[in-house]
C-alpha cells in the first residue's frame, strides 16, 4: 500500500492516493486515522474546487505542498499500522493488548501516588515497599510497551507524558525508560510528539540520567526520521534550533557519536577479551575458579598510519586501556547471563541499575543477607558495568549461595577504585556522569539488540550503517563547534577510512591548507588502490610543507605503484635526506635503483642496509644480484657464499649461486648448486619452473639456448 501512494503522489495524482489511503484505515477501522484522512481529502476537493472556478489565491503553491507533505505523514502512519494490526512480530502482538493498558493520565497519577507512598513509608514496612515498588515496575512496564509502539501520538498523548518527564514525584530511572521506549518507537515510524520529548528531556535541565539518554535516543532516531522531518515536519527546524542554545549541546553529541561508533567494535573487542585478555588473567587459580562459578566464558613499508596522528586504536592493548576508553568489554562474559526471566520484559534492559528495582530490594531485604546487601551497594558505584550486566550479576548471585563472597567484593572494590582513581584525575564530575550515563545506555541498547529473546522481531541499530554523524543538525553543530575534524579522526582511528574519508574531504574543502587532512585522505586513497588521486593531495600536502617524511614516502608509494620509479626515487632520496638511518627507507631506495637498472648505485645503498640490519640476508641477496647483473661473478659468487652459510638460507639462493658458475662456465660448480636448490624444492617440476622463468635472462648474459634447454636434464641425470 505504502508504494503504490507513494507513487500515485509522484505522480501529483493526490485524489487516488488519498482515496487508497481512506480504504486501508476503513478497513483498520482506526477511526481517528481515517477522519484525519477525510479532512485532507476534503480539504483538497475545495481547493480544486476554486481552482476551476478560477479563483486566484496566492498561498495556492505552499497549500498543495503542505498536502503532499501530509499524505506522506498519513503513508507512513497507516502503513505502520497496518503492520501492527496484521503483522507477527512482537510488538504487533502486544499491539491487541495496549487498550487494556492504562491511559497515561491514569498511569501518571498511580506513579505519583506510589512515590509518595514509598517516601513517606518508615523502615519497617519492607513488605508495604515491596509491593509499592513491584506496582511501580508494572506500571513502568506496561508504559514502555504502549510508547514503543509505532502509533502517532495526540497532542494529548504529549502533554500526559511530558507531564510524567516534568513531574518531581517520578523517579528519574522511571523516566529513562519512557525515553528508552520513545527512541525504539522513533526508529520505527516518524512521530513529532515524540521527537519533541526527546529535544523538551534534553534542554529541560533534567538530570545526566535523562538528558543524555534523551539526546542519544534522538541521535539515533534522526538516522530514521531526518529524511521523513523534512519530508513532513519541517516545523521541528525551528525546535531543532533550540538545542543549540544548551551551551553543552555540541561536546554532548561529539562524545555520544564517539560512543556509539566505539560500540561498533564490541564483536572484535570481545574476540579480544576472549582470545587473548581473559586467558591471560585467567592463570590466577582463584580468580579462575571464582569467575567460572559465576560465568560461563566462551572459550606496502611505508602504507602505514603517520605516528603523529597517534592512533587511539594503536594505544589500546590492555584490559584497562579498553575500559577507560569506554570500550565494551563485559558484553562476551555476560551475554549467557541474560536468561532469566526478568529479562524477558523488554523494559527490564533499559532499567537503570537501582537497589528500588522489585527483584533487587527483595534481594538485599532478604533475612541474612547481609553479605549480599553490600555487594549489590557497591555494584551501584561500579561504573564499568552497564545497567543490564549489573543486573545480570546480581540475578547470577541470587542463584549462587556458595559463593565467594568476600573475594568478589575485595574484587569490586579494588576495581572500582582504580576506575575512581583515574577519572578523578579527568576532574569535571559532572562531564563523567553524563558519559556514564551515555556510555551504559549504548551497551544496554546493543544487548537488547543483540541478545533478547526476541530481537528478531525489531530493528538491530548496530547492524545498520551507525553513520550518526551525517545527519544535517549534527553534521552542521559539529562543523560550527569544531568538532567535525574531531569525528573524523576518531573514525580513523578506528579504521573506518571511507566514512573518514568524506569527513576529510569538507574539511579540506573548508581549509584547504590542512595538511593533517590531506595526508588522511592520500592515506585513504592508498588504501583504496587509488594511486593517482592520492598524488594529488600528498602534491598538495607536499607544497604546503615540503620536509614532510610521511608524505614524501607514500608520494614514492604512489609513483612506484603507478610504474614512475624515476619520481618515486626522487621522493624517497628526499625521505633519505630528512632520516638517513632509517633502514625501510633506504632499503626501498635500493630496491628502486636495482628497479631502474641503476646496480652499482643500489650497490652502496644495500650495503648501507646490511650494515644497519640485523638480518642481513635480504640486504646480501639485493648486493649479490646486483653484482651478478653487472658481470662481477666473483663478488656475486662470495656473497651468496656468505647467504648459503646461514640458516634462513632458501632454494632462489642456490639456484642463483648455479647461475653465477653457469656464467663463470663452471658447468660442474653449477650443476652441484642446482641440484641443491632441487632438492630444497621436493619435486623436479618446482626446480623447471623457477629455471625456465631465468631463462631469457641467462641468454641475455650469453648462455646459449640449448644449453637452457639441457640444464635441467643434467640436474636430473
Known amino acids: 500500500m505504502k508504494r503504490d501512494t507513494i507513487e500515485l503522489v509522484s505522480k501529483h495524482n493526490l485524489r487516488e492516493a488519498l482515496s487508497k489511503l481512506g480504504e486501508t484505515a476503513g478497513k483498520l477501522e482506526h477511526w481517528q486515522l481515517k477522519s484525519e484522512i477525510d479532512n485532507l481529502d476534503t480539504t483538497y476537493n475545495y481547493m480544486l474546487q476554486y481552482a476551476s472556478q478560477g479563483v486566484n489565491d496566492p498561498s495556492r503553491n505552499v497549500m498543495y505542498n503542505n498536502i503532499v507533505k501530509k499524505i506522506y505523514a498519513l503513508t507512513r502512519i497507516t502503513d505502520a499500522l497496518d503492520e501492527l494490526k496484521n503483522g507477527s512480530r512482537y510488538l504487533s502482538r502486544m499491539y491487541k493488548t495496549i487498550k487494556k493498558l492504562k491511559p497515561y493520565e491514569e498511569a501518571l497519577e498511580e506513579l505519583e501516588s506510589a512515590y509518595d507512598f514509598m517516601i513517606t513509608t518508615d523502615n519497617n514496612g519492607k513488605q508495604d515497599m515491596a509491593n509499592a515498588l513491584k506496582k511501580m515496575q508494572t506500571i513502568t512496564d506496561e508504559l514502555f510497551t504502549k510508547i514503543w509502539m509505532p502509533v502517532v501520538w495526540s497532542k494529548e498523548d504529549y502533554l500526559s507524558v511530558t507531564e510524567m518527564i516534568d513531574s518531581d514525584d517520578i523517579d528519574d530511572n522511571i523516566k529513562a525508560v519512557i525515553i528508552a521506549a520513545v527512541g525504539l518507537s522513533l526508529i520505527e515510524l516518524m512521530d513529532p510528539y515524540k521527537t519533541r520529548l526527546l529535544i523538551h528531556s534534553y534542554i529541560g535541565g533534567f538530570s545526566p540520567l535523562v538528558s543524555q539518554r534523551a539526546l542519544t535516543c534522538l541521535i539515533i532516531s534522526l538516522l530514521y526520521t531526518e529524511s521523513q522531518i523534512e519530508e513532513s515536519y519541517d516545523e521541528l527546524n525551528q525546535e531543532f534550533k533550540a538545542l543549540s542554545l544548551n551551551p553543552d549541546f555540541a561536546d554532548d553529541i561529539q562524545r555520544i557519536i564517539k560512543q556509539l561508533i566505539l560500540s561498533l567494535d564490541t564483536e572484535e573487542i570481545d574476540k579480544k577479551m576472549r582470545d587473548e585478555i581473559i586467558p591471560s588473567i585467567m592463570k590466577s587459580s582463584y580468580f579462575k575458579k571464582s569467575v567460572e562459578d559465576i560465568i560461563e566464558l566462551k572459550s606496502d613499508e611505508f602504507t602505514e598510519k603517520n605516528p603523529q596522528w597517534q592512533s587511539l586504536k594503536d594505544n589500546i592493548k590492555e584490559l584497562d586501556n579498553l575500559r577507560m576508553e569506554g570500550a565494551d568489554t563485559n558484553m562476551g562474559a555476560f551475554s549467557q547471563l541474560k536468561r532469566y526471566q526478568f529479562f524477558n520484559n523488554p523494559a527490564h534492559w533499559f532499567y537503570p541499575y537501582s537497589t528500588d528495582t522489585p527483584e533487587i530490594y527483595e534481594l538485599m531485604n532478604k533475612a541474612g543477607n547481609e553479605d549480599y546487601k553490600a555487594i549489590l551497594e557497591a555494584i551501584m558505584e561500579f561504573p564499568d558495568m552497564c545497567n543490564s550486566d549489573r543486573y545480570s550479576l546480581c540475578l547470577t548471585l541470587k542463584d549462587m549461595s556458595q559463593f565467594p563472597m568476600d573475594g568478589l567484593k575485595e574484587g569490586l572494590t579494588a576495581q572500582y577504585n582504580m576506575m575512581k582513581e583515574k577519572l578523578a584525575e579527568l576532574g569535571d564530575n559532572n562531564k563523567m556522569e553524563k558519559e556514564t550515563v551515555s556510555r551504559h545506555f549504548i551497551q544496554d541498547y546493543y544487548r537488547f539488540c543483540k541478545l533478547w529473546a526476541s530481537k528478531e522481531d525489531k530493528k538491530d541499530i548496530f547492524t ?35 566514512e573518514a574519508l568524506e569527513i576529510y574531504r569538507h574539511t579540506v574543502e573548508i581549509n584547504p591548507s590542512d595538511i593533517e587532512s590531506l595526508q588522511k585522505i592520500g592515506y585513504a586513497y592508498i588504501k583504496s588502490h587509488d594511486y593517482e588521486l592520492a598524488v594529488d593531495v600528498l602534491d598538495k600536502a607536499n607544497m604546503l610543507e615540503p620536509d614532510n617524511e610521511w608524505t614524501l614516502k607514500n608520494l614514492a608509494v604512489c609513483y612506484k605503484k603507478t610504474g614512475n620509479a ?71 659468487s662470495e656473497m651468496f657464499g656468505k647467504i648459503i652459510e646461514t640458516d634462513d638460507v632458501c632454494t632462489d639462493d642456490y639456484i642463483n649461486l648455479g647461475h653465477v658458475y653457469l656464467l663463470k662456465s663452471d658447468i660442474h660448480k653449477a650443476i652441484e648448486y642446482y641440484k641443491i636448490s632441487s632438492n630444497l624444492s621436493g619435486d623436479k617440476e618446482s626446480f623447471h619452473k623457477k629455471f625456465s622463468e631465468d631463462a631469457d635472462m641467462l641468454k641475455a648474459k650469453g648462455i646459449s639456448e640449448e644449453m637452457t634447454y639441457m640444464i635441467p636434464d643434467m640436474v636430473y641425470m
Open 464 to 498: 545498520d550503517k551507525l553513520t550518526v554523524w551525517k545527519p544535517k543538525l549534527i553534521y552542521n553543530t559539529l562543523e560550527e563547534s569544531g568538532h567535525l575534524k574531531s569525528i573524523a579522526d576518531y573514525l580513523f582511528s578506528k579504521d573506518y577510512i571511507s
Open 566 to 636: 624515476e619520481t618515486a626515487l626522487k621522493y624517497l632520496k628526499e625521505a633519505e635526506a630528512l632520516n638517513p638511518d632509517d633502514i625501510k627507507l633506504c632499503n626501498q631506495t635500493g630496491i628502486t635503483l636495482i628497479q631502474l637498472e641503476r646496480f652499482d648505485e643500489a650497490i652502496k645503498q644495500m650495503y648501507k642496509v646490511e650494515y644497519f640490519s640485523s638480518k642481513k640476508n635480504p640486504a646480501r641477496r639485493a648486493i649479490a644480484w646486483c653484482y651478478f647483473m653487472t658481470g662481477k661473478l666473483d663478488e656475486a
